[in-house]
């Protein structure tokens, strides 16, 4: 059977990921597009690729293979004309002219990473060893423009910190001004933060890492910003940091630095323009009672130097410039992808389960450029517009005025498994459901025992019309005999900011409810479909919580769980996504108390399956172990599985393909399907 082999096909292709193209970049002029992409499905390297948009060739610029790598390019920098990229490949800083194809070092005296090109392509920047380093585009002048004082490793200049680059969709941490004299650098000083330690248990000659994680509760890392000139000018930006802890982004464009900041309860944004003596000043303000919430690719500004930001009305999340909404009632805004002149690219839904693209311009209001089921994403520059659609078909579509569309061909490897989701409305909040059933199943084959495969947590949706690899997985397990049903609950992403904020303080109630009647509600459309005596749950990360939630609390409706990586006491989690929900410990202990798996251990009735990497530094192996630990304290049975030098998503091969035949036997076991 071709199901056979669909965890083996999962593994070699990194979840159907390898063969993409990806991080597409016009040029300026918009003639040529830069992207990533491998060689085949399969191919971990990816090379550096360019897309003439008159002829449609394509033409490959950097192979990192005959550059002597076994490792692909990750992520490259431009200068403003798009000519010039730069990238960190091996430990060594290269430099690339796309129009004529070569391709050299440049000599650098740290190991690079983090490397931005500035726009004028004079000079290269990278970080190192908690520096952030400037080094001349023909490999003179490496020199640090900011480092630590010696011996102080907790203290970085140019990186995010984590909560940053985990919660909050900034990634970066320094930028670059238009004419490339002068960064504007985030320090960041983790010293104060809590700091764990990962040990791998099956190498005890080896050192224990030690890891700054910001606890919900405790001490954040000590964020500041500051002005660094190549000319070495040092100016420090002034806020008042005590009651805006969070650098939420920041940016430089034509009209100077500026940042968003945000306080502690998240309750407030303030925008700020930044002047060149470091002083600061609101261009804007947001609040909420419960907290703010924060849109990737917002605040930034238009050619013209209008604010481009969001805002919460009614039941809307609605786009604003200067201030005023500019979309309609019932178009959800997901992201702002950029600005060209006056015009503004954005992602927003009409329908949860779809992600559409589209414009703004004064003068022409909203347009929408995309079409179809689907998750439509895109950019634009310099009139070429690449319009990239995950669905079951997905593609990346090259649109130019007055040219015919071209693609970016992916080499990704068609599943062996075809999803075939049926899109459920239930009840009456109508939650958002895919059914999945047995390729073949007939109504006469009588009930299937049930396995909930849900996330339904606010970080991501899993019912869209995306054709995501998780579906290929819940297509699986219904190829093995069970009825699969994917339930998004509230709090789950794209349905306004009332369906967000219902679970505000109880991050476990309103989802597991949601779950239920998500089951019933099925069985009630399909009478002889379910076997409601059989019903199991599985799910990674929140939704590993979640499966171990319904066995712990309603074992009169679920009747074995698999609970991956699960966050079984919130305390332990970070404090920028934690606080957001839950508020802060010291204020509100009784939200974390409802949503801590371990006082609830000696509930358990069920078969119950945990697994946990033992190097996963999002949900640390403590979450786990000590409700494993209080598990058998009440003498209750459960297996655990441990997966060694595995993150907080398992990449290795074996694992990841003998990790879902494991789960399957378990849940044969525990369900008699």
């Given at each position: ?7 083996q096909?999962l ?19 918009g ?38 790598s ?14 010039l ?9 290269w ?59 907790d ?112 309750r ?77 690219l ?5 329908e ?19 079409d ?19 669905s ?98 509230r ?17 476990a ?21 379910l ?18 939630l ?86 209750r ?37």
């Amino acid at each position: 059977m071709a199901t056979d082999s669909f965890p083996q096909q999962l593994a070699r292709t990194r979840r159907f990921t390898l063969g993409v193209p990806v991080q597409p970049e016009p040029s300026a002029d918009g003639a040529t597009v830069l992207f990533l992409r491998g060689w085949t499905g399969t191919d971990p390297l990816s090379c550096l690729w360019a897309l003439d948009t008159a002829t449609g060739a394509e033409r490959l610029v950097v192979d990192p293979a005959k550059l002597g790598s076994a490792t692909g390019i990750a992520s490259y920098s431009t200068d403003a004309t798009g000519s010039l990229v730069a990238f960190a490949l091996n430990g060594a800083l290269w430099l690339t002219d796309t129009a004529g194809g070569g391709v050299r070092p440049v000599p650098s005296a740290r190991e690079p990473q983090e490397v931005r090109l500035d726009p004028t392509g004079r000079t290269i920047a990278y970080v190192s060893g908690g520096a952030l380093r400037v080094v001349g585009a023909d490999g003179t002048d490496d020199r640090a423009l900011a480092e630590p004082e010696a011996g102080s490793c907790d203290v970085t200049y140019g990186l995010a910190e984590y909560v940053a680059a985990g919660e909050m969709d900034r990634d970066r941490g320094y930028w670059w001004s238009p004419d490339g004299t002068a960064l504007l650098v985030a320090r960041v000083d983790e010293r104060s933060v809590t700091r764990w330690f990962l040990a791998d248990p099956t190498d005890p000659q080896q050192q224990p890492r030690a890891i700054r994680y910001p606890l919900a509760g405790t001490a954040n890392a000590d964020v500041s910003l500051w002005l660094l000139g190549l000319d070495g000018r040092r100016t420090e930006v002034h806020w008042d940091r005590t009651a805006f802890e969070y650098l939420t982004a920041a940016g430089w464009d034509g009209h100077g630095p500026y940042a968003a900041v945000q306080s502690r309860d998240q309750r407030t944004v303030r925008t700020l323009a930044i002047e060149p003596d470091g002083a600061t000043r609101v261009l804007a303000e947001r609040t909420d009672p419960h907290w703010v919430e924060l849109v990737p690719g917002l605040p930034v500004r238009t050619a013209g130097g209008a604010l481009v930001d969001t805002a919460d009305d009614g039941d809307t999340r609605q786009l604003t410039v200067d201030g005023k909404p500019v979309t309609p009632d019932g178009l959800q805004l997901r992201a702002v992808l950029g600005t060209e002149g006056e015009q503004v690219l954005f992602t927003a839904s009409e329908e949860p389960t779809e992600t559409h693209l589209w414009t703004y311009e004064p003068g022409f209001g909203v347009r929408k450029l995309s079409d179809g089921p689907g998750l439509h994403d895109g950019v634009a520059r310099g009139g070429t517009l690449v319009l990239t659609t995950r669905s079951p078909d997905g593609r990346s579509t090259v649109l130019r005025e007055g040219r015919p569309a071209l693609s970016l061909v992916s080499h990704a490897e068609p599943p062996v498994v075809t999803a075939r989701p049926e899109l459920l409305r239930l009840g009456p909040q109508e939650l958002r459901a895919n059914l999945f059933l047995p390729t073949g199943h007939r109504p006469a084959d009588g009930p299937l025992p049930v396995l909930l495969d849900p996330y339904a947590g606010p970080a991501m949706q899993k019912v869209t019309t995306g054709g995501a690899w998780h579906e290929q997985v819940s297509q699986w397990f219904a190829d093995q005999g069970f009825a699969v049903l994917v339930v998004d609950g509230r709090g789950t992403p794209g349905r306004g900011p009332k369906w967000d904020k219902t679970i505000w303080g109880d991050k476990a109630g309103p989802a597991l409810e949601d779950q239920i009647e998500g089951l019933h509600e099925t069985a009630r459309l399909r009478p002889g479909l379910l076997d409601l005596d059989r019903v199991g749950i599985r799910g990674w990360s929140y939704g590993g919580f979640l499966a171990a939630l319904a066995v712990l609390r309603r074992p009169d409706v679920f009747h074995a769980a698999s609970a991956g990586a699960a966050p079984t006491d919130h305390r332990m989690y970070d404090t920028h996504w934690q606080e957001r929900f839950l508020g802060h410990p010291d204020e509100h202990p009784e939200h974390y108390d409802s949503c801590d798996l371990t006082t609830e251990a000696p509930k358990l009735r069920r078969p119950l399956l945990l697994i946990q990497g033992l190097a996963d530094d999002n949900v640390f192996p403590a979450h786990t172990l000590r409700l494993s630990h209080a598990l058998l304290a009440a003498g209750r049975l459960h297996e655990v599985l441990p997966l060694r030098a595995t993150g907080h998503r398992p990449t290795d091969e074996a694992v990841v393909e003998n990790l879902l035949r494991h789960e399957l036997d378990f849940l044969r076991r525990s369900l008699a399907a």
